[in-house]
Structure formats: structure tokens, C-alpha cells
């Protein structure tokens, strides 16, 4: 009983030993229409218009969207076989990845194919850092590619308070920093590259209460984050939303 009671006694100062993670807020700074039959699986935003990546067996596709009305511009399909994830936009060439296939794609600004890459895990959510493309699967681990090889040159654990955060999904790089939805969750992981530590979590439960009154599938789930860097906009929806969000991010002193 001693000893039952002095281990319990040690994990509660583990416990309280680990760094609080700060909880950030939002507000709406605007709200645009989204495809709801888009299963949103990656989002980037590039000279004035968002690129989504979506998923679904039979149904992937790399679109590229208008921003006001949600109208699909252009739209390349996957073959049925694939399952289409996350995106990124990286000196010119848009990168795609698949779920379960191992294998990546690679188009112009055209969505002409222009190559393929493979990689040894599922592949969920992509991004960049300027030198390195940043890949998650579903782990707490992310992936940082060299553009070139498009081998791993480093494996990240993200871990908050210690503890590490999986199923890490659509990614983000916004002012040094990954910002990583975490699938079936309402939050956002923002996390330092270096040394993996989330440093904030941005908590969107109300964006989701509102994109569930209109679409209560389970897996409507919150995914998807686009950054204008010109304007330091921040854009979000989810999979099969019917809105996409700018949101600001109001953080507590």
C-alpha cells in the first residue's frame, strides 16, 4: 500500500513537473463556402487562390479553388486505386501525397505530372520549411524530406508536456513554426521545428460546433490549414465542411 501510495506520489510530481502548453482562441475574421463533398485531406494558399488536396478512394483529386465562392477552378483526378493526403506547393511543383500506396506525386503549376517519389510509412499531411518538405503519418513523428532525394534527412518527435502527440495529420509552416491538426480532435498543434515541443495549442471546437449543425458525419472532422504570407492570413475548414474559415488568433497574456 506504501509503495502503491509513493508511486502515485511520484507521477503526481511528474506530472506537475511537465510545462503547461498554452491554449490559444480565434475569432472569424471571414467565412467563404467550401465543397462539402470535399474530403479535405491537404490546403495551401498560392497567388490568390487556395489548392486543396482530397481524399477518398475514387474520389482524389488536386483542385485548385477560388477563394471567394469556393468554385473549383481546375481539378486533377487520382486513379481510383490511390487515396489522396496531404499537399504542398514547393519551388514550383505541387506534391501530393497517398495513404496507404507509399508513393507520392509530383505536378507543375499546371497539374501536369512531371514525377513520382516513394516513401516508407502511410503519408497523411505535408508542408515546407523553404529547404525541406515536412511529412506526418498519423504517428507523433514528423519527416523532414530533402527536396532533392526526397529521402528522410531527420525524424521529429512531437511531444506536448512530455508526452507525444500522435496522429498528426495536415500540416502548415507559419512564421517558423508546424502547425499540425491532430486528427479527431478540435485543435491545432503549433510546434517548434527544432526541437519538437508544442508550444501552443489552438483550440477551434467552435468552428467545428458550427461545421457539425450542418454536416454531423463523424468523419467531418476538422483538417486543413492554408497561410497567405503576404497578408498573414490563416485559413481552415475540414473534411467535408461547408465553410472555410479566416480566422485571427487571439492568444492569452
Do not use: C
Not at 507520392?104 to 523553404?130: A, K
Not at 450542418?214 to 497561410?227: E, T
Amino acid at each position: 500500500m506504501i509503495r502503491a501510495f509513493l508511486a502515485l506520489l511520484a507521477l503526481l510530481g511528474l506530472a506537475l513537473a511537465q510545462p503547461s502548453v498554452p491554449v490559444w482562441g480565434f475569432r472569424i475574421v471571414n467565412t467563404y463556402p467550401h465543397d462539402p463533398q470535399a474530403f479535405t485531406q491537404g490546403l495551401i494558399y498560392h497567388d490568390g487562390f487556395l489548392y486543396e488536396g482530397t481524399g477518398l478512394y475514387g474520389q482524389s483529386s488536386l483542385r485548385k479553388v477560388e477563394l471567394q465562392t469556393g468554385r473549383v477552378l481546375q481539378s486533377r483526378s487520382l486513379p481510383q486505386k490511390y487515396f489522396g493526403e496531404g499537399i504542398t506547393l514547393f519551388q514550383n511543383r505541387f506534391y501530393q501525397l497517398t495513404w496507404q500506396n507509399q508513393e507520392g506525386f509530383i505536378y507543375d503549376l499546371n497539374f501536369n505530372p512531371v514525377g513520382r517519389f516513394t516513401y516508407q510509412t502511410e503519408g497523411w499531411g505535408l508542408t515546407h520549411d523553404g529547404q525541406r518538405l515536412i511529412m506526418s503519418d498519423g504517428s507523433a513523428q514528423l519527416f523532414f524530406l530533402n527536396p532533392r532525394t526526397l529521402r528522410p534527412e531527420r525524424t521529429l518527435t512531437v511531444r506536448a508536456g512530455g508526452q507525444p502527440v500522435t496522429r498528426l495529420n495536415e500540416l502548415e509552416y507559419i512564421q517558423g513554426r508546424i502547425w499540425a491538426n491532430v486528427w479527431q480532435t478540435s485543435r491545432i498543434a503549433i510546434i517548434n521545428p527544432q526541437s519538437g515541443n508544442v508550444e501552443a495549442w489552438l483550440d477551434l471546437s467552435g468552428l467545428v460546433l458550427l461545421a457539425q449543425a450542418r454536416n454531423p458525419n463523424p468523419d467531418a472532422v476538422l483538417n486543413g490549414i492554408a497561410y497567405d504570407s503576404q497578408t498573414r492570413r490563416i485559413f481552415v475548414t475540414g473534411k467535408l465542411w461547408p465553410y472555410l474559415f479566416e480566422i485571427a488568433v487571439v492568444s492569452n497574456p
